[in-house]
T-cell receptor, first 112, second 112 residues
Framework: DQQVKQNSPSLSVQEGRISILNCDYT??????FLWYKKYPAEGPTFLIS?????DKNEDGRFTVFLNKSAKHLSLHIVPSQPGDSAVYFC???????????FGKGTRLHILP | NAGVTQTPKFQVLKTGQSMTLQCAQD?????MYWYRQDPGMGLRLIYY???????DKGEVPNGYNVSRLNKREFSLRLESAAPSQTSVYFC???????????FGPGTRLTVL
């Protein structure tokens, strides 16, 4: 029973265009959401997060949008660069609990 | 400042053998975690330790034991390895519960 769902296993985007990665969650108690990026043979690295009291958080080329009523969040990367090719994991936690629940990941390919 | 380190990087075991995966962090973090990553399954929490002296089960604890040796170190032990434990294992740490987790580079384990 997946609580955090990333329904697109992979996504290909032209360099310079916008990449949009989507994530849905089922547990309305989640109040903190994170995106992690992972390159092959490396550990995941934290990218950006958002609290449920906000609907948008921006950090440079990366913006995360949260739609609580739809239980949906998205990560926008603008403009997409070759170094953005990686697997992106959406994650969520409740009450700033110890445990973070991860989605299965979306592999992003940035095409030249 | 090495962050989170894991040893070994690679290991091949035969069914029934035992081994311990080591993890250490130098960020003075209170919380530490062990995850496994399997193809198409994302990151699944095995065990975590919210603080020195405490450990709790995660989503997939069967077949594993952990020890929080001190604030810096958190080890994962496989007493009798099985082929189903073939995976990539990641250790992570966070300053406190609910804070961003920082991951090590991973240990790739194959059980024959």
């Amino acid at each position: 029973d997946q609580q955090v769902k990333q329904n697109s296993p992979s996504l290909s985007v032209q360099e310079g265009r916008i990449s949009i990665l989507n994530c849905d969650y089922t547990n309305s108690m989640f109040d903190y959401f994170l995106w992690y990026k992972k390159y092959p043979a490396e550990g995941p690295t934290f990218l950006i997060s958002i609290s449920s009291i906000k609907d948008k958080n921006e950090d440079g080329r990366f913006t995360v949008f949260l739609n609580k009523s739809a239980k949906h969040l998205s990560l926008h990367i603008v403009p997409s660069q070759p170094g953005d090719s990686a697997v992106y994991f959406c994650a969520a936690s409740m009450n700033r609990d110890d445990k973070i629940i991860f989605g299965k990941g979306t592999r992003l390919h940035i095409l030249p | 400042n090495a962050g989170v380190t894991q040893t070994p990087k690679f290991q091949v075991l035969k069914t029934g053998q035992s081994m311990t995966l080591q993890c250490a962090q130098d960020m003075n973090h209170n919380s530490m975690y062990w995850y496994r990553q399997d193809p198409g399954m994302g990151l699944r929490l095995i065990y975590y330790s919210a603080s020195e002296g405490t450990t709790d089960k995660g989503e997939v604890p069967n077949g594993y034991n952990v020890s929080r040796l001190n604030k810096r170190e958190f080890s994962l032990r496989l007493e009798s390895a099985a082929p189903s434990q073939t995976s990539v294992y990641f250790c992570a740490s966070s300053a406190d519960k609910g804070h961003t987790q920082y991951f090590g580079p991973g240990t790739r384990l194959t059980v024959l």
